[in-house]
């Protein structure tokens, strides 16, 4: 099974970009929560947003809600994070992840997923 990650890329703030992720090898409803997270320099990963997957609910982290948007595609096995009004604090490389095993109470925690992709990397300039 593998994730990959794409989209990313360098924008100025308040610009937009769009993040695909694919699973190839599993299909995402074979998941209970598939969703994005995002790792700046020395920190720690931070959830971002994610679907429970069976019933199609959202969650989104406070500092991304109102401008983040997780949506997917379930013929192409993509999700997307659609992301608006960038701020430079955006600035990280940004995971798909997916937990077969997640408890809902763990589905905000990176260590309720058990497959990650590769990364990709956004910048927002000032």
């Known amino acids: 099974v593998q994730l990959q990650a794409s989209g990313g890329g360098l924008v100025q703030a308040g610009d937009s970009l769009r993040l695909s992720c694919v699973a190839s090898?599993?299909?995402?409803?074979?998941?209970?929560?598939v969703g994005w997270f995002r790792q700046a320099p020395g920190k720690e990963h931070e959830f971002v947003a994610r679907?429970?997957?069976?019933?199609?609910?959202?969650t989104y982290a406070d500092s991304v809600k109102g401008r983040f948007t997780i949506s997917r595609d379930n013929a192409r096995n993509t999700v997307y994070l659609q992301m608006n009004s960038l701020k430079v604090e955006d600035t990280a490389i940004y995971y798909c992840?997916?937990?077969?095993?997640?408890?809902?109470?763990?589905?905000?925690?990176?260590?309720?997923?058990?497959?990650w992709g590769q990364g990709t990397l956004v910048t927002v300039s000032s």
């Open positions: 090898g599993r299909t995402f409803n074979r998941y209970r929560s």
């Open positions: 992840a997916a937990g077969s095993r997640t408890i809902l109470s763990a589905a905000t925690s990176a260590s309720g997923y058990n497959q």
């Open positions: 679907f429970w997957w069976s019933a199609g609910s959202t």
